[in-house]
């Protein structure tokens, strides 16, 4: 959005409910800040840009935005604890009158357990394998983490005949077990279909808000594995309702 011609179309005093999805609201321009802390002051030389100059398009996009909502009525909700809290420390959400976590909803009556050996005779898939299923709206994002995963598989010790149920577009490479692969997938029957057929799904994202892709599969009786990142931990509770890792760490 045009931030100044926005902002300014409406008057002061007006609530506003903003539900943010990712960081890029309240940064110079990247939608997840990795290690970077900047955004808690003032966004320049931004190290997703390389840019080496003082005064460069991060520093230019956060004082836009900074501008443009100081004076507003803003009221800030979150899917996550996790994206509510890195918000909280935001230089540009500073006048924010109110922050609050609201999580994602789920149509159960769309995300449901299916039967897992229909779902994978759906799919043309072996009923004597594990499948460990995972996807994304691209495969090929790295934040998505998919090349930490396929370094986990190659750690894999076990009598079990494994294959992967993939699921998202992109090409996937340097996995060292049978890949069975939908494409992307659009329809959310066909992927509940999917995650019923799984034994197990994983999700090792680097940094995400409240990746819904769990919580699907939790909602079609599929456990969870995945790295301690983001607004995660929200819903896959350790040794509760599925694992954790510490991320990056593919063993």
């Known amino acids: 959005i045009d931030y100044k011609s926005f902002f300014a179309s409406i008057p002061d005093d007006l609530p506003v409910v903003w539900t943010l999805h990712d960081m890029n609201p309240f940064t110079g321009g990247c939608h997840y800040a990795g290690q970077c802390t900047q955004f808690e002051k003032e966004c320049s030389q931004c190290p997703q840009l390389g840019t080496p100059g003082q005064q460069d398009l991060s520093w230019n996009f956060f004082h836009e935005k900074n501008e443009a909502i100081k004076n507003k009525n803003i009221h800030i909700v979150t899917p996550s604890h996790w ?41 043309g898939i072996r009923s004597d394998k594990v499948i460990v299923g995972f996807g994304a709206e691209s495969l090929t994002n790295y934040r998505k983490g998919f090349q930490h ?17 993939a699921f998202g577009s992109g090409d996937l490479r340097d996995f060292d077990l049978e890949v069975i692969s939908t494409g992307f997938v659009s329809d959310p029957h066909q992927q509940a279909i999917i995650y019923s057929a799984a034994d197990l799904f994983v999700m090792p994202s680097l940094e995400d808000n409240l990746p819904q892709t769990g919580i699907e599969a939790m909602a079609c009786g599929t456990p969870v594995v995945a790295f301690d990142a983001g607004g995660v931990s929200d819903y896959v509770k350790h040794e509760e309702t599925g694992l954790l890792a510490i991320t990056g760490n593919t063993a």
């Open 83 to 123: 994206l509510e809290s890195v918000a909280r420390r935001s230089a540009i959400l500073g006048n924010a009158k109110s922050f609050r976590t609201i999580p994602y909803g789920l149509d159960t009556a769309v995300f449901r357990p299916y039967e897992k050996k229909e779902a994978r005779a759906q799919l």
């Open 149 to 165: 995963l396929g370094q986990a598989f190659t750690k894999l010790s076990t009598k079990h005949n494994i294959a992967a149920l």
